[in-house]
T-cell receptor, first 116, second 114 residues
Framework: DTEVTQTPKHLVMGMTNKKSLKCEQHMGHRAMYWYKQKAKKPPELMFVYSYEKLSINESVPSRFSPECPNSSLLNLHLHALQPEDSALYLC???????????????FGPGTRLTVL | GENVEQHPSTLSVQEGDSAVIKCTYSDSASNYFPWYKQELGKRPQLIIDIRSNVGEKKDQRIAVTLNKTAKHFSLHITETQPEDSAVYFCAARVLTGGGNKLTFGTGTQLKVEL
């Protein structure tokens, strides 16, 4: 399996809702990432998990809460979002394996989020 | 932090012509430079990458060159085809204490016309 999967594909939520985005990979990667991508813009890094521990938080507002329950799963919990948070949320994964540096990040198809 | 500039923002070529997209980066510690292709509504897909110990890499119609001294790298697509039409992003990677951090360029919309 050489794919990163994400659910749901589309999500519409109100500003008072709580929802979660899910990401899964079975490539044995031990680094997983959340990116936010606005229309016609590049992906912007939000969080990095390395060996199931949060290693990078790019000063993301607390209404976004990541979680890495195990080495294959990555969640992004959403609460009290604003309309400007509407975007494509991309998950990615990569190595490293311990003692070895490999670089390629593989992206999932994304969740298209609309906040009303 | 790292800053990646990408030019041009849009590029139109005739089918069969070559296309060149250029990027510059700011952090001399960056050591890995991937290129992603993103079709409308799809995920970014890696098309080629280069590491800082290599000056050039080629894969069929696609090639990437890297000039570490000048801190710039370029994507070259030869014999363009309509299916090459997409947005192309360059990126630069810095290994930080927290891990593997990619900074993307602003993207180039490539249109290959028949």
């Amino acid at each position: 399996d050489t794919e990163v999967t994400q659910t749901p594909k589309h999500l519409v939520m109100g500003m008072t809702n709580k929802k979660s985005l899910k990401c899964e990979q079975h490539m044995g990667h031990r680094a997983m990432y959340w990116y936010k991508q606005k229309a016609k813009k590049p992906p912007e890094l939000m969080f990095v998990y390395s060996y199931e521990k949060l290693s990078i938080n790019e000063s993301v507002p607390s209404r976004f809460s990541p979680e890495c329950p195990n080495s294959s799963l990555l969640n992004l919990h959403l609460h009290a979002l604003q309309p400007e948070d509407s975007a494509l949320y991309l998950c990615a994964s990569s190595h490293p394996l311990r003692g070895r540096n490999t670089d390629t990040q593989y992206f999932g198809p994304g969740t298209r989020l609309t906040v009303l | 932090g790292e800053n990646v500039e990408q030019h041009p923002s849009t590029l139109s070529v005739q089918e069969g012509d070559s296309a060149v997209i250029k990027c510059t980066y700011s952090d001399s510690a960056s050591n890995y430079f991937p290129w992603y292709k993103q079709e409308l509504g799809k995920r970014p897909q890696l098309i080629i990458d280069i590491r800082s110990n290599v000056g050039e890499k080629k894969d069929q119609r696609i090639a990437v060159t890297l000039n570490k001294t000048a801190k710039h790298f370029s994507l070259h697509i030869t014999e363009t085809q309509p299916e090459d039409s997409a947005v192309y992003f360059c990126a630069a990677r810095v290994l930080t204490g927290g891990g593997n951090k990619l900074t993307f360029g602003t993207g180039t919309q490539l249109k290959v016309e028949l």
